[in-house]
C-alpha cells in the first residue's frame, strides 16, 4: 500500500483534501535489516558470508558523509559548504593500500602514496592495480553509492566491510524482467481488441479509461522507462529524427549496449503500453501523442534482461538528470536492499514518482524495488477485471492495471502480446503521465493520493489488487476531463 513520506513544503487546498485519504499500513518486514557500520547482516555476516574465495562477488556500497568542505563560490559570490562524499574515490584509495605499486600507461610503476585522485580515474586505476580483478561497475556519486564486482578473496583481505569511510555493505542484489510468465500469454485466453481506424485497439485502453483524458497543452511531461532498451525508428513508436518527437537515453556504462536498441524486446514492448502513437497503424498507447509526452530509456538490463540494483539505480540516476519525473520500473527481484531503499526514499523526495511491477511469481512475497514504500507497486488483472494468478501479491500492493494479454510494440518493427505486472506497469505510468500533465502544479504526493481514491473499487482494499483498477477519469479532486475520443 502507500505509506505516505509529509514533507515540509507548503501545501495547497487540494493537497489537505487528498490526505484525508491517508493510508496508513503494516511496514515491510524485510529479510535483512539495514547494515550498519560493521557491513555485517543482522547474523553478523559479511555480506559474501558462505562464498568460495575464488568467486566473484558484486557488492553495493553506500558511503559516509565524512565531511563539510568549502567548494567553489556560486554565481552570486557566496561561498557554499558542501558535503563531501567519497564514492569510487574511496574504494580507489582502499585498494591503493593493498597493492603498493601501481602500473603506468607506459609500464612503469609508481607509488601510490597520494590521497588526491580523482574519482574519474577510479576504473582505470582499479584495472591497473596488481593482483585484482576489481571494478567499479557503477558509480553514483551525488547519492554515495558505488557498485563494485571482485574476487571474495580481495574483500576479505582489504576487510571493506570494516573500513571507516562504509555506511553499508550489502550484494549487489539481481533485477531483471521478470520469470518466463512474461512470455507466456495463452493463446486460449479470450482476448477483446477493437479496431480505431487501422489501429488495433486494446481492452487495457477501454478498462482504465484512457480515452476519457484529453492531451494536455502543457509542457510534456517526461517518462523514464527502466529497461532493456528501445526500438528507436519502429513506424508506432516516438523516434528521435522526428521534429517534434522527444526522445532521448541514458549513456550505458555497464553493458555497452546503446539505449536506442533493444536486443531482448521486453523495453520496447513496455514503452509501445505507453507511447505507441495514434496514427492508425499497429496499436495504441495511453498517450499515444508523441508531441504532449516526452521518452526518456534508461539501459539497466542486458539482451538477456537481466541487471542489478546498482545498474538500475544508475538509469534512473540518468534518467533524472535528464528531467524524468516519472520513472517506469518493470522490472525487479525478490532479494531487499537497504541500500535501494534509502536511495529511492531520496528521490522520492525530489518530487518523482516511481511506479514498479509487483513481480510475476503468483505467490505472496515482497518484491523489489516496488515492495518499498516510496514506490507504487502494481499487480496485474485480466480482461474481465480478475486478478492475473501469475501477480504476486503482498501488503505493499497499491493498484492493479491490465497485465494479461497486451499487446504492443516490439523490436524489427513488430508487435507481440505479453502477459505479466510488467504490461501492468506502464498503464499507470501511461494515466499518470495525461493527468499530472493537467496539474503541474501538483506534487508526486498529491497525484499518487489522487490515484489511490480514484481507483475501482477504492475502499476494498487487499493484498492481490491493492485498492483496485486506474481509472483516468476518476481522479477524484483533480478536476474533471471532457469526455473525448482519442
Known amino acids: ?134 571494478q567499479v561497475v557503477i558509480d553514483i556519486p551525488s547519492y554515495g553509492i558505488t557498485a563494485v564486482e571482485g574476487p571474495v578473496s580481495f574483500f576479505e583481505e582489504i576487510q571493506l566491510n570494516q573500513h571507516e569511510a562504509v555506511d553499508l555493505l550489502e550484494l549487489d542484489h539481481y533485477r531483471g524482467v ?84 533493444d536486443y531482448n524486446g521486453h523495453g520496447t514492448h513496455v514503452a509501445g503500453i505507453i507511447f505507441a502513437i495514434g496514427n492508425n497503424i499497429g496499436t495504441r498507447g495511453v498517450n499515444p501523442d508523441p508531441k504532449s509526452v516526452g521518452v526518456v530509456v534508461g539501459k539497466a538490463m542486458n539482451k538477456e534482461g537481466g541487471g542489478t540494483s546498482g545498474t538500475v539505480m544508475g538509469a534512473v540516476t540518468m534518467c533524472l538528470e535528464k528531467g524524468a519525473k516519472i520513472i517506469n520500473l518493470s522490472i525487479g527481484g525478490t532479494e531487499f536492499s537497504a541500500v535501494e531503499k534509502g536511495f529511492y526514499e531520496k528521490i522520492y523526495n525530489q518530487d518523482v514518482l516511481l511506479i514498479a511491477a509487483a513481480g510475476n511469481t503468483g505467490i505472496d512475497e515482497y518484491f523489489y524495488p516496488a515492495s518499498h514504500p516510496t514506490l507504487i507497486s502494481v499487480a496485474s488483472m485480466d480482461i474481465k477485471g480478475r486478478w492475473s494468478k501469475f501477480s504476486t501479491f503482498n501488503n505493499q500492493v497499491e493498484i492493479a492495471a491490465p497485465g494479461s494479454n497486451i499487446i504492443s510494440t516490439y523490436p524489427g518493427n513488430t508487435y507481440e502480446m505479453f502477459s ?63 469526455r473525448v475520443h482519442q
Open 178 to 261: 521478470g520469470n518466463k510468465v512474461e512470455n507466456m500469454a495463452s493463446s486460449n485466453a479470450p482476448v477483446k481488441t477493437s479496431f480505431y481506424n487501422n489501429e488495433i485497439r486494446s481492452y487495457a485502453l477501454d478498462m482504465i479509461q484512457s480515452s476519457s483524458v484529453p492531451i494536455s497543452t502543457n509542457a510534456a511531461m517526461k517518462v523514464c522507462i527502466v529497461d532493456t532498451g528501445y526500438n528507436n525508428g519502429h513506424p508506432d513508436l516516438p523516434f528521435t529524427n522526428t521534429p517534434g518527437h522527444s526522445v532521448e537515453g541514458t549513456e550505458d556504462k555497464w553493458f555497452e549496449e546503446n539505449w536506442y536498441n
Open 420 to 482: 505479466g505486472t510488467s504490461a501492468a506497469v506502464p498503464h499507470v505510468s501511461g494515466v499518470i503521465s495525461k493527468v499530472w500533465a493537467h496539474f503541474p502544479e501538483c506534487t508526486n504526493n498529491e497525484i499518487r493520493m489522487a490515484l489511490i481514491k480514484s481507483a475501482t473499487p477504492s475502499k476494498l482494499c487487499n493484498n492481490l489488487k491493492g485498492h483496485g483498477l486506474v481509472q483516468a477519469s476518476d481522479f477524484k479532486g483533480m478536476g474533471s476531463f471532457p
Open 1 to 134: 500500500m502507500f505509506r505516505m513520506l509529509l514533507s515540509t513544503r507548503k501545501r495547497s487546498s487540494l493537497s489537505v483534501l487528498l490526505y484525508l485519504f491517508l493510508i496508513v499500513t503494516t511496514p515491510v518486514v524485510s529479510a535483512v535489516d539495514d547494515i550498519g557500520g560493521t557491513g555485517k547482516d543482522s547474523e553478523g555476516n559479511v555480506p559474501w558470508s558462505g562464498m568460495g574465495s575464488d568467486n566473484s562477488v558484486k557488492l553495493l556500497i553506500r558511503w559516509k558523509v565524512l565531511e563539510e568542505v568549502p567548494s567553489t563560490k556560486n554565481n552570486l559570490g557566496d561561498e557554499m559548504n558542501v558535503l563531501h562524499v567519497p564514492t569510487a574515490k574511496s574504494f580507489t584509495e582502499i585498494l591503493k593500500k593493498k597493492s603498493s605499486l601501481l602500473r603506468n600507461d607506459d609500464g612503469t610503476t609508481t607509488t601510490s602514496s597520494s590521497t588526491n585522485t580523482d574519482h574519474d580515474d577510479a576504473n582505470r586505476l582499479l584495472e591497473q592495480a596488481d593482483d585484482t580483478n576489481v
